[in-house]
């Protein structure tokens, strides 16, 4: 047993040491907020900060939303409308999920070996939003894009072995409050900071073909209608 441990970390060690230092971006989709192993997935990223991984999560309200505030969440394009009577109980119950995955983070850190090392968990107005305004005579109210991303105060904060949480809401120049599309947030804060990884949590399997299959591997210089996961797509080949 003892040289099985030696074996694996032997294998592991120049992996490890390949990813010191380099910049992760983590998208937690609605399947990853609510699904049973949450608690095992935060208990990954804080393992991932104490090898010396810079972490940044993004996290999505979507379901929890539309559970907690039965709210008849209009779409047009694939896009969400909300309303403006909406947005702060929206912004109540984006708090309230990030209170949790803090909880979460503080109650798994005592499990580090030792318990020596405390992880610093931070947040804030990182992302400026931007309305989505009036499109083919639909207006989208409080549903915004993101206006521009601050990479050098997100590097600030990564220097320091802080793990980001950022939440899919954003203030516009003017104070307005935008509720974000999550997978637009991870995919321009990998942009703007360079990441190494771009990873989606997601209740999907990945990027599928139309026969259902997993695409491990795709050719960016080729166009992919027969993606299903056609925004995924989109996003990863932006970040790319």
Known sequence: ?????????RSAAGY???????????????????????EKI??????????????????????????KLRLDWAEYKGKKITRFSQIALLSEV?????????????????HLPGGKKE?????????????????????????GEVRKINAFAINRQLDTNAILLIPPIGFAPGGELFYLNSDEVACKIACAVSADKL????????????????????????????ITEQNLYKFCKEAC
């Open 119 to 143: 992880i610093l968990l931070t947040s804030g107005n990182f992302v400026k939003a931007k309305p989505l305004g009036v499109v083919d005579g639909v207006d989208f109210e409080s549903s």
């Open 199 to 226: 990873i989606y949590l997601s209740k999907v399997s990945g990027l599928l073909d139309q026969e259902g299959q997993v695409i491990s591997e795709i050719d960016l210089s080729r166009e992919k209608e027969h």
């Open 94 to 110: 984006i708090g309230s999920i990030r209170n949790e995955l803090e909880a979460i983070f503080m109650s798994h850190s005592f």
């Open 16 to 38: 490890i040491d390949a990813h010191k230092g380099k910049t992760f971006i983590v998208s937690l989709c609605d399947g990853a907020i609510s699904s049973e192993n949450l």
């Open 42 to 67: 935060v208990s990954d990223c804080i393992l991932l900060n104490t090898l010396g991984v810079r972490l940044v999560i993004v996290f999505n309200g979507d379901q929890r939303i539309q559970n």
């Open 1 to 9: 047993m003892q040289a099985d441990k030696i074996n694996w970390f």
